[in-house]
């Protein structure tokens, strides 16, 4: 598949500079610090106005891609839905997604986490109507794009470098978490 074809965008947030190529992607760099889930929200939400193709994905800076991303994205295109995410590996061991549905994401809320390629009007037009401020922002979004569809594509599609302290660890962030959920459950 000609990576070219696809036109897809690697959203990176990076506190430094993020030098690193992805051949066959745009790369969109979003410098911004991260304290916590509000200005997560705030750098993701501001990155994605800047996204100039009809799909893009985030990737953190200190995260990998498997070798064959192209065809992984390749296949979530051609999943032909307003969201396609995959499998991903965690320090290494295999973490399966799952098909999606509303009652399994607020079981999991990880669910959908990496790899998740967005159509990049359907997630503008959910951006706009979430609300903001100290909200897991991953969640919200797919939770949204995910009311236009959503595909579950099984293959390995991210390597999460989890590290003990990373801010999926702090407790802002888990309740960042919470606070995500509850507002999923009151919109259906």
């Avoid at 200005?39 to 064959?68: C, G, H, I, K, M």
């Avoid at 061991?93 to 009007?121: F, I, K, N, S």
């Avoid at 390597?159 to 507002?183: D, E, N």
Wanted: one cysteine or more; proline letters at 6%; glycine letters at 6%.
């Amino acid at each position: 598949m000609a990576a070219s074809a696809m036109s897809i965008t690697a959203v990176v947030l990076s506190a430094h500079a993020y030098a690193r190529v992805w051949p066959g992607l745009e790369v969109l760099v979003h410098r911004s610090t991260i304290h916590d889930a509000a200005d997560l929200q705030r750098a993701r939400f501001e990155a994605l106005a800047n996204v100039r193709t009809p799909r893009f994905f985030y990737l953190d800076d200190d995260d990998e891609l498997p070798s064959d991303y192209l065809d992984v994205l390749h296949e979530c295109d051609m999943a032909d839905a307003p969201l396609a995410y995959t499998d991903e590996l965690v320090g290494g061991e295999l973490r399966v997604a799952g098909e999606y549905g509303q009652a399994e994401h607020l079981r999991d809320p990880l669910l959908v986490h990496h790899l998740a390629l967005y159509d990049t009007e359907a997630a503008r037009e959910a951006v706009a109507q979430l609300p903001r401020g100290h909200y897991a922002p991953e969640f919200m979004l797919a939770w949204q794009v995910a009311k236009g569809g959503a595909a579950h594509v099984p293959r390995v599609g991210y390597h999460w470098r989890k590290s003990p302290g990373g801010m999926h660890a702090w407790p802002r962030t888990i309740l960042s978490w919470a606070r995500a959920r509850a507002w999923a459950k009151a919109n259906p």
